[in-house]
């Protein structure tokens, strides 16, 4: 069902050209929500994780060629196609490598399904820039952790630059919200059979390579925002405080990086 379009007022291209990052999760109504996949890789992920296509938008030579299997897939779904010096004038274009998908957000699973039988959880507190959101998706992806937790003030992890650095690995790792942080998050985490480990600069913070810390069968990381690290309170409540030893004067690292460090260190 491919569309030809010549300008960017068409009505089925308003999630691509027109709708920003709020109206498209639509927290009114979340189960009408969507994101923007971009990119052919990142939108077979998502296909093939089972996410749901509403449209896509793909450059016209695109069309029968890298994004055919794309295509192919829609079914009777719109697919919209414009010349390259139309979809230019889209906001990122770029980076899009010229196919783009509106998909339907999935409903989240609970915090238990996320954690039940798991050995090592990640908890994501106030980290609001979506290239450090998307960093660390993918790092928790590839070194071994079995699920991400986000507290409502984190960038939204379907927000259209995250998805794009995760690399789509925010499709194939289990992830949702966790409301009510620090308490009774932490009590309810410790309800599941976790121990907590604050990634935190404190003078009682231990390597992250202590053997006292891998030895723990089951883990929840905890992550804190740019800048300001993780608040007192969260540190205070957690079971341990861990630290990556730096060098040369170094305090500390991004916290995109210091949670591969530590996902690789802690990982079973």
């Not at 798991?118 to 928790?140: E, H, Q, W, Y």
Request: hydrophobic fraction near 45%.
């Amino acid at each position: 069902m491919v569309i030809p379009v010549s300008d960017l007022s068409h009505p089925g291209l308003q999630p691509y050209a027109h709708l920003t990052e709020a109206q498209l999760r639509n927290r009114l109504e979340p189960e009408k929500g969507i994101f923007i996949a971009e990119s052919p890789k990142v939108i077979r992920v998502a296909l093939d994780a089972g996410y749901e296509p509403l449209s896509l938008l793909a450059e016209e030579k695109h069309i029968a060629g890298q994004a055919a299997d794309i295509v192919a897939r829609m079914g009777n779904l719109p697919v919209y196609t414009g010349d390259r010096e139309l979809l230019a004038t889209l906001t990122g274009y770029e980076l899009t490598r010229g196919v783009l998908c509106a998909m339907r957000r999935p409903i989240l699973p609970t915090v238990e399904q996320i954690c039940g039988g798991k050995r090592r959880i990640v908890l994501v507190d106030s980290v609001v820039n979506s290239t450090n959101t998307g960093a660390i998706l993918r790092a928790a992806a590839a070194l071994g952790m079995d699920g991400v937790l986000f507290t409502p003030t984190c960038c939204d992890p379907l927000n259209r630059r995250s998805v794009r650095v995760s690399m789509g690995t925010v499709f194939q790792i289990p992830w949702t919200y966790f409301p009510d942080w620090p308490v009774p998050g932490m009590e309810r985490l410790h309800a599941l059979g976790f121990k907590t480990v604050a990634l935190a600069l404190t003078p009682d913070a231990i390597s992250v390579d202590s053997p006292q810390l891998v030895a723990v069968e089951r883990l929840v990381l905890v992550m804190g925002t740019e800048g300001e690290g993780l608040a007192r309170r969260t540190i205070d409540s957690c079971d341990y405080k861990a630290v990556i030893p730096m060098q040369r004067g170094v305090d500390s690292l991004n916290v995109a990086a210091a949670a591969a460090v530590a996902f690789w260190q802690l990982r079973v």
